[in-house]
């Protein structure tokens, strides 16, 4: 079966200092991968998306960026976190086509101090 | 572009009630809907799904949805709701047809419920 994971589950920052969250997905070959930041009483935004290894399509423009390394490695990184950037991070895969809809990870919570 | 509306943000009610959660979406083709329970500080558990064929829908833990595209919704509903339903409930909308499947989310509906 398929699985995805997501660490680190908490995280606290300094502003100024870098980022990087990891999500890496099992049990499947050529997933769609997301990356989403979900504000308390604001839903889920779509940061990321990619179709394949080195495609990434950003939604929004913002401090952070993502790459995929590897076909079930997706990674949310950024040079400099500002203190906007707390929030709860979620990756998601899915197939092509997303017609099963999405399969979460457990997320990270972000905290920039 | 699609969109989702979820008109309640907060919904309280008492254990072994009815329930429905309302969804109205806005998409030009025949949509992909879906709606999640999130508990806190958890991940998104997908409830259930539609993207054709009957348009009332069975999901986990005794969820059912309805797509009615008159009314371009796609409410969620449970007969009687246990204490462990309380949590934040997410309709999501889907464009198909193409390759990265995007998927908009509501605001979120916040389930409390009364013992």
């Known amino acids: 079966s398929q699985t995805i994971h997501q660490w680190p589950a908490t995280l606290v920052q300094p502003v100024g200092s870098p980022l990087s969250l990891e999500c890496t997905v099992e049990?499947?070959?050529?997933?769609?991968l997301y990356w989403y930041r979900q504000a308390a009483g604001r839903g889920l935004q779509l940061l990321f998306y990619?179709?394949?290894?080195?495609?990434i399509s950003s939604e929004v423009p913002q401090n952070l960026s993502a790459s995929r390394p590897q076909d079930r490695q997706f990674i949310l990184s950024s040079k400099k976190l500002l203190l906007s950037d707390s929030g709860f991070y979620l990756c998601?895969?899915?197939?092509?086509?997303?017609?099963?809809?999405?399969?979460f990870g457990s997320g990270t919570r972000l905290t920039v101090v | 572009a699609q969109s989702v509306t979820q008109p309640d943000i907060h919904i309280t009610v008492s254990e072994g009630a009815s329930l429905e959660l309302r969804c109205n979406y806005s998409?030009?083709?025949?949509?992909?809907l879906f709606w999640y329970v999130q508990s806190p500080g958890q991940g998104l558990q997908l409830l259930l799904k539609?993207?054709?064929?009957?348009?009332l829908v069975q999901g986990i833990k005794g969820f059912e949805a309805e797509f009615k595209r008159s009314q371009s919704s796609f409410n969620l509903r449970k007969p009687s709701v246990h204490w462990s339903d309380a949590a934040e409930y997410f309709c999501?909308?889907?464009?198909?047809?193409?390759?990265?499947?995007?998927?908009?989310f509501g605001q979120g509906t916040i389930l409390t419920v009364h013992p």
């Open positions: 998601a895969w899915s197939v092509w086509g997303g017609r099963d809809g999405y399969t």
């Open positions: 049990g499947t070959s050529n997933p769609n």
């Open positions: 990619s179709v394949g290894i080195g495609q």
């Open positions: 998409y030009g083709a025949t949509p992909y």
């Open positions: 539609y993207f054709s064929g009957d348009t």
């Open positions: 999501a909308v889907g464009a198909g047809g193409t390759s990265y499947g995007k998927l908009t």
